[in-house]
């Protein structure tokens, strides 16, 4: 038996092999966790359909996170599977391309700013709101959702999703003040840089993740699997006590100050 069993979880995220949120929920399932899944469009949904099979689900929900009636159906379509659930996973992010490249102010626009901003922070909260009468009631439930440093530093090429960030930490630590009666428990994980899909998208990322795997303490980038297994562990009733946190999995690097030459 896992230190999860028992538990069911709803994965926000999975687009393909690489995706933390698929190394999330390979850690989940090792530890016994019943999942479900959602998928943004029709594009994706048998790649998530095979992914779900791969660890003993048939639950895959459609969601586009910008459609407010959209994530209220997941919870609709999921209570004809679960009458209740433990763990909502949301590891969500967008911003539009061209706000990526360049400095900040290049690119920059009121509607990618407010998209990155919707679909990166607002969709964690639309999510608890909806889903939170689910979880009332479960012995230690756990929403967790994934950030990064360039919440709190710049980096090149991560301009908006920044501030994206910035906003996503502060909603976490609202989130777990407002539902921590509830006794539902809301984290971040801020992850080092691994090669997702979303990250292909940021200019410079390569540069970032071979300066991080320089100068990080440990030496090396983190991979899916690390961010799975914190994820799991927050998920738990190992972690009972901690909430409104941001915990840093990037082996170190956050703490450095002058660097390797």
Not at 110 to 136: E, W
């Amino acid at each position: 038996m896992g230190f999860l069993s028992g538990k069911r979880a709803l994965v926000f995220g999975v687009a393909s092999n690489r995706s933390i949120a698929w190394g999330i929920a390979q850690a989940m399932h090792r530890e016994g966790c019943e999942l479900a899944f959602t998928y943004q469009n029709e594009r994706l949904r048998e790649r998530v359909e095979k992914f779900a099979g791969e660890l003993d689900s048939d639950i895959v929900i459609p969601c586009n996170v910008e459609d407010d009636d959209e994530i209220e159906a997941v919870f609709e379509h999921l209570d004809d599977y679960w009458d209740s659930f433990d763990i909502i996973i949301h590891s969500i992010a967008f911003a539009p391309k061209e706000l990526l490249e360049g400095d900040y102010l290049d690119n920059l626009t009121r509607d990618g700013f407010n998209a990155a901003h919707d679909v990166s922070s607002y969709s964690l909260a639309a999510i608890a709101k909806a889903g939170r009468h689910m979880m009332q009631g479960r012995p230690d439930a756990s929403i967790i959702t994934l950030s990064y440093l360039g919440a709190v530093r710049t980096f090149p090429g991560y301009n908006v999703m920044g501030l994206a960030k910035a906003s996503l930490e502060a909603n976490v630590r609202y989130l777990a003040h407002n539902l921590g009666p509830e006794n539902i428990r809301v984290n971040a994980i801020s992850a080092g840089p691994i090669k997702t899909l979303a990250a292909a998208g940021i200019g410079g990322f390569n540069k970032i993740f071979d300066h991080v795997e320089a100068n990080a303490p440990l030496r090396h980038n983190v991979t899916i699997e690390d961010v799975g297994n914190t994820a799991a562990f927050l998920s738990s009733e190992l972690a009972s006590a901690i909430t409104g946190e941001v915990l840093y999995v990037d082996n170190g690097y956050h703490i450095v100050g002058l660097l390797n030459e």
